[in-house]
């Protein structure tokens, strides 16, 4: 391997995106998302690169972060699979055209799975009363359980679930191999989620499912699930914690002369840092309660992006002097502040002192959750999407492909 193969594979996850961009940027009307296409490849690229360094392993994308069909076909034709939390969002991924489609959700009625059970997918079943409507309605079939992970404390964090998630069946539970045997049904797919994962909570997570799956003879398929953002802090440290999870699975599949495969199913990593909200600035007023100055934008972060902690760059201006400002979003909703933590803290916002009325903002991290997360409040429209193709911004029409 030459000194620059070996560099690309040590990239950062994200690439910046074409510096027309920010020109571009200024001739849409707002608001509006502007995904950049070859920064979307690029994460796609380097995941399934760094993926490769485990065998049988697969990229898949979790459709809640986008349900923008264009978007979709994209991934799909980039080889993808997907996992997919209703019904719903299955027709979405089946018409974008995904090969492989898994699904989990902690809620199906008797009417989704039936539909699942005619499509030939495989669901994974959250908690014993969902375990024991498929059973009696699907006897001597194959499912998927989605596991609780009861992850030790030093690998706790806020942003991860393990013993505090209410999602997934608790292996331990005593009625679950009667449930199991009752029914007849076979587990060929174990899934997991725990917020953000980190290198080494993947490798106590591998050890805990491996170990299960040593009680599950038809086991051939684990889900590692997404939350890789705190996983790709580091990405020479993820491969190599990804060559130690192929080691664990090779052992393992030494001794057990059985094949196992392994799936990620990112949503935000491989998308948020794609994808940036255009906004305009309709009001610029200080106010005394706040001791600073608000602009309020002609989009909302109770609409769009109550989880959103974005930079801001404004797309008008070049003074170097700055000064800090709230961000509010333009519902008659008190809390519609960009920024703003699960606590109520306020995010400030260093932008340029002479930013005026009818400046244009744009906001990084906008690409996953931003239109699947979206509500209608106030009836205020729904951002336009655009694909940033090198130097061509592309309008993507609402239900369909590009234009």
């Given at each position: 391997?030459n000194?620059m193969?070996?560099?690309?594979?040590?990239?950062a996850?994200?690439?910046?995106?074409?510096e027309?961009?920010?020109?571009l940027?200024?001739?849409?009307?707002?608001?509006?998302?502007?995904?950049d296409?070859?920064?979307?490849?690029d994460?796609v690229?380097r995941?399934?690169?760094?993926?490769?360094l485990?065998?049988?392993?697969?990229?898949?994308?979790?459709?809640?972060?986008?349900?923008?069909?264009?978007?979709?076909?994209?991934?799909?034709?980039?080889?993808?699979?997907?996992?997919?939390?209703?019904?719903?969002?299955y027709?979405?991924?089946?018409?974008?055209?995904f090969?492989?489609?898994t699904?989990?959700?902690p809620?199906y009625?008797?009417?989704?799975?039936?539909?699942?059970?005619c499509?030939?997918?495989?669901?994974?079943?959250?908690?014993?009363?969902?375990?024991?409507?498929?059973?009696?309605?699907?006897?001597?079939?194959?499912?998927?359980?989605?596991?609780?992970v009861?992850l030790?404390?030093?690998?706790?964090?806020?942003?991860t679930?393990?013993r505090?998630s209410?999602?997934?069946?608790?292996?331990?539970?005593?009625?679950?191999?009667?449930v199991?045997?009752e029914?007849?049904?076979?587990?060929?797919?174990?899934?997991?989620?725990?917020?953000?994962?980190?290198?080494?909570?993947?490798?106590?997570?591998?050890?805990y499912?491996?170990?299960?799956?040593?009680?599950?003879?038809?086991?051939?398929?684990?889900?590692?699930?997404g939350?890789?953002?705190?996983?790709?802090?580091?990405?020479?440290?993820?491969?190599?914690?990804?060559?130690?999870l192929?080691?664990?699975?090779?052992?393992?599949?030494?001794?057990?002369?059985?094949q196992?495969?392994?799936?990620?199913e990112?949503g935000?990593?491989?998308?948020?840092?794609?994808?940036?909200?255009?906004?305009?600035?309709?009001?610029?007023?200080?106010n005394?309660?706040?001791?600073?100055?608000?602009?309020?934008?002609?989009?909302?972060?109770?609409?769009?992006a109550?989880?959103?902690?974005?930079?801001?760059?404004?797309l008008?201006?070049?003074?170097?002097?700055?000064e800090?400002?709230?961000?509010?979003?333009?519902?008659?909703?008190?809390g519609?502040f960009?920024?703003?933590?699960i606590?109520g803290?306020?995010?400030?916002?260093?932008?340029?002192?002479?930013i005026?009325?009818?400046g244009?903002?744009?906001?990084?991290?906008?690409?996953?959750?931003?239109?699947?997360?979206?509500r209608?409040?106030?009836?205020?429209?729904?951002?336009?999407?655009?694909?940033?193709?090198?130097?061509?911004?592309?309008?993507i029409?609402?239900?369909?492909?590009?234009?």
């Open positions: 391997m000194s193969e070996q560099k690309e594979k040590i990239n996850l994200y690439s910046q995106p074409h027309s961009l920010f020109k940027a200024t001739n849409v009307k707002t608001p509006a998302i502007i995904y296409y070859h920064g979307m490849k994460v690229n995941i399934q690169d760094d993926l490769s485990v065998e049988n392993a697969k990229l898949n994308i979790a459709v809640k972060a986008t349900h923008t069909p264009h978007l979709l076909e994209l991934y799909a034709s980039w080889g993808l699979g997907c996992d997919v939390a209703s019904i719903g969002e027709r979405l991924a089946k018409k974008a055209g090969q492989e489609i699904t989990t959700s809620a009625k008797k009417e989704d799975m039936e539909e699942f059970q499509e030939d997918i495989t669901i994974d079943l959250d908690s014993i009363s969902q375990i024991k409507l498929y059973g009696s309605e699907f006897p001597n079939t194959e499912i998927g359980l989605r596991i609780r009861p030790p404390e030093e690998l706790e964090s806020e942003a679930f393990g505090d209410r999602f997934g069946v608790d292996i331990l539970n005593s009625d679950l191999p009667e199991l045997e029914y007849g049904l076979s587990v060929t797919r174990l899934h997991v989620h725990t917020g953000q994962m980190t290198p080494e909570s993947l490798i106590y997570k591998a050890k499912l491996l170990a299960i799956a040593e009680e599950f003879p038809n086991v051939h398929t684990i889900d590692y699930g939350g890789l953002f705190h996983f790709y802090i580091d990405r020479t440290k993820t491969r190599h914690y990804l060559t130690l192929n080691e664990l699975i090779l052992d393992w599949q030494n001794i057990h002369n059985r196992i495969h392994t799936r990620f990112p935000g990593a491989l998308l948020a840092g794609c994808g940036y909200l255009i906004t305009s600035i309709v009001s610029k007023e200080y005394d309660f706040f001791s600073s100055e608000i602009l309020t934008v002609d989009s909302s972060a109770w609409n769009l109550p989880w959103h902690k974005p930079q801001v760059i404004s008008n201006t070049d003074t170097l002097r700055t800090n400002f709230l961000i509010a979003g333009n519902t008659l909703y008190e519609d960009f920024g703003k933590d606590n803290k306020m995010m400030s916002f260093e932008l340029p002192e002479n005026v009325v009818g244009y903002l744009l906001f990084t991290a906008s690409g996953a959750y931003t239109m699947t997360n979206s209608l409040f106030n009836r205020i429209p729904l951002p336009e999407e655009y694909l940033l193709k090198g130097e061509e911004l592309v309008k029409v609402r239900g369909h492909g590009s234009e």
